[in-house]
Nanobody
Framework: VQLQASGGGLVQAGDSLRLSCAAS????????VGWFRQGPGKEREFVAA????????DYADSVKGRFTISRDNTKNSAYLQMNTLKPEDKGVYYC????????????????????????WGQGTLVTVSS
C-alpha cells in the first residue's frame, strides 16, 4: 500500500481543515488506517485510527471531540476532518496503514499508538496561527 497525504495549509486558530490520504493498491480495505503528526521539536505522535470498514475509530485525547477520522474504501481514501484548530495542532501530518483485516482491534490500536504501522505516506504541513 502506498499512501499520500494532502490538504494541509495555513489556517487561523478556530478554523477547520480536512486532510486526505490517497492510497494505491488493491488491499487498502484490508488494512487499518491512522493519522499521525509531528510538531516542531516534538516526536511523532498518534492522532487517530480507523478500522478496516470504518466502523471503529479511536483518537488521541488531545483531539477527541475536534477531529474526525473516516475512510472511503470505494475511493481508496481516508480523511481527517479537523475542527476548532489550535496552535498546538501545528505540525506535519502523516497517514499510515497497517494491521491486516481480522486482527484484534485492540492490538491494532496498540500498534498504532506506538507509531508502528507498516506503511507510511509523505506528510502534509498544517500551520495554525493564533
Amino acid at each position: 500500500v502506498q499512501l499520500q497525504a494532502s490538504g494541509g495549509g495555513l489556517v487561523q486558530a478556530g478554523d477547520s481543515l480536512r486532510l486526505s490520504c490517497a492510497a494505491s493498491g488493491r488491499t487498502f480495505s484490508r488494512v487499518a488506517v491512522g493519522w499521525f503528526r509531528q510538531g516542531p521539536g516534538k516526536e511523532r505522535e498518534f492522532v487517530a485510527a480507523v478500522s478496516w470498514g470504518g466502523g471503529t475509530r479511536d483518537y488521541a485525547d488531545s483531539v477527541k471531540g475536534r477531529f474526525t477520522i473516516s475512510r472511503d474504501n470505494t475511493k481508496n481514501s481516508a480523511y481527517l476532518q479537523m475542527n476548532t484548530l489550535k496552535p498546538e495542532d501545528k505540525g506535519v501530518y502523516y497517514c499510515a496503514a497497517g494491521c491486516p483485516y481480522g486482527s484484534s482491534w485492540m492490538s491494532c490500536l496498540d500498534n498504532f499508538r506506538r507509531s508502528e504501522p507498516n506503511y507510511w505516506g509523505q506528510g502534509t504541513l498544517v500551520t495554525v496561527s493564533s
